[in-house]
């Protein structure tokens, strides 16, 4: 497959469309006998720098309506976390800032409101628990206290409405009274207030169980479940008119739908992008240039324009690809620089906020030209004595002052294709150095995108320290990803240390938790939903412990446990995929009784040796039972010994490209058996594959190697090591010959079920 990006053209003539034609008919040629899909990039947009503010989270920015917008330019506001509230607006061709409030507590987001049928320009803040209301011209008008417990995480307006959420809390206000309430049991990302039948409110909530609920009166909320995290809903917009059943959506994984709200109260995906990328973390239909578009946001700094297709059955065709270089915090499309040119207004984390306006560059009049040099000459000089007193002032008394504390976004998430895990680190400032220290061994994967110079030190591994590692970057460099791959069974903590290049030099420290079971994933099931798979290990705690208390084991255990436990008649479910393996994991606990199923009788020993080690810290008695099923290995090897044989069969090939190569034999592959020739036509896929994971053969060496440590742990057998398990299993894994590998497992016992002595635990 060849991807080719053609930018985008602005003139249309004849003699252009007949140069572009050419030029594609030339690039077919080249290409010819590979699949060409081509991209045509059919908007021109160019980025004006308007102001810096302090950091800011998703969706604090916004734009206010103008009641002409073709004789006007809008304003806009935005929220920072120093808890100002600037608002601004274009002036004889100059950004000028109408209000700015005083600092105060993080602004967490804003949204916008009014009466019903008219244009919404009043201001809602989100701070802490507590919502404030603005005018346009930046008069307070509403104070506002929830009474939530946590920081409002989620906010919407819609009419006298008001809803704000506090992790798995959904709670509505009409008039500022109590209106309803939701216990969701899953984090709410993000709301959406939508007007129903007569004075009625339809909430759509973005949850963290892959699901967007519908909530309408009283009724038990509808639910779509989602292939992944939706982390961001808004409601589609043409010509400042909201669709009231109609809403995009995007996801963790960067992909992009459209949901129709239908009459029952229930969702329908009417089209869902399949390119996948970075996180959507903020979303926007306006009409730019020939229809209307759909503004994304992402979180690794790109910005992209689609056609919002005519027909529900086609897609969106992407326009345009800007990238920034640090995450997005919020796009949204208005008209800001100039009349009569539409623009994608963009805020991204460090505070920085830019147009990509339609205007062309260099359309100014000529008394307008000699004018804007003497503004920017006035501009300069005025930036320079700002400087110079800044510096003045600093330098006095250097020693007394305390050092600033750095905000850090950072995210960890797991990928499910290669069973590794993504960090992201950002700064608002530029990053002079990170170091990583682990106390649990931790493989460090290389980033095309990760232009920082790595040094790796040795470790003493008797001391707890697996991992040190320093990542210094290079210059204006204020976000870093990392990928690292973890080992389940061997729990720990990875430490983050980010300095950076302000003086004076201060560092910050993040303790990000490593789960024994980290390579596990947690699946969404419905309602009568049968659990795939098996035959099942079983493992059964009984004691005098509460479903919470067993329920917060399991978060130490196990990523992406809810922070409270979600119980039906006093039972909670869990229910977990590993990334690497494909085998199932299901947790069933209530107070006193807790029964884990697994397939990878290495998940149930990691698990049991967790939940005991749990128990016995809190001096709470249990009793432990584990039946193993025989079948259970023959499962597991079905799964892993397929991908031995491909892994096997990438490194034999590339081994015999590397030969050619050697022999300069590739220089004439029409002198070849078509084998060999076959391997030449795709060494690039080859090559690729082995880069991506070059040590694929030996991570499912060592999963089953585990394997076999932990079968024999579970029978109660002897114990056999590491080294034993290694040296046993050889001949069978390399010759991958089932039978002899169940032989090796089986032993001498043909029972289906064993059943293991019960244990006490004082």
Known sequence: ??????????????????????????????????????????????????????????????LLPTPDPKQQTQRFVVGDHDGILHICGMKKDELQIIFKSLPGPKVNGISLGGVLGTQKDKIFVAVGNSVKGYTRRGKVFLEFDTNLLEPISAMCVLGPDLSACAKDLYHRYHDCRDADAYLVGERVIDVLLLPGEGSAVVAVLACGDCAVRVLHGGRTPTLLRLTTIPTILMPYREADVESKDRILVGTTDGRVGLLTLQRDKTLRVTWLLSNNGAEITSLDTYELQDGVDILVGRQNGVIEVFAFPEEDDTTPVLRFRHNCGESVSTVVGGIVGAVGYPEVLATTYSGRIFGLTTKPPGLLEVDQDIGLMTKLKIEIDQLEQKKNQQKESFDVGTDALAPPILNVNHRMLINKENASYTLSIELETSIDNILLQSDTPVDLLDVESNSAVASLSACDHKSGNYVLATYRCQINTNRLDLRLRTIEGQPGCLQIYVTSQVQPKCCRRIQIPIHALSFHSRIHKDENTVLLGGPFNELNLRGSFTAAEIHAWLSLALPDVPERPHLEDGEGTLIFTSTFVGTMLKCNYKKGNAIFLSENISSIIILRDILT?????????????????NGSISRVLDLVLPRIEAARAIKEKVKILDALQEWELNTNPEQLCPKYQELLENESNLRAELVKDPDMLQRLYGTITDLYVDWERARGGQIVTSKTATEKLRPSLESRDLTLLLQIFNGNNSAAETPVPRLQQN
């Open 1 to 62: 497959m060849v991807k080719l990006i053609i930018p985008h053209v602005l003139d249309t003539e004849n003699a252009t469309l007949y140069i572009i034609q050419s030029f594609i008919r030339t690039l077919i040629y080249i290409f010819k006998g590979e699949k060409v899909l081509l991209t045509i990039m059919t908007l021109s947009l160019t980025r004006i720098d308007y102001m810096a503010v302090g950091s800011t989270s998703r969706g604090t920015t916004k």
């Open 613 to 629: 080690g749990e128990a016995t810290k809190r001096k709470i008695r249990l009793d432990v039972f584990c039946n193993i099923a």
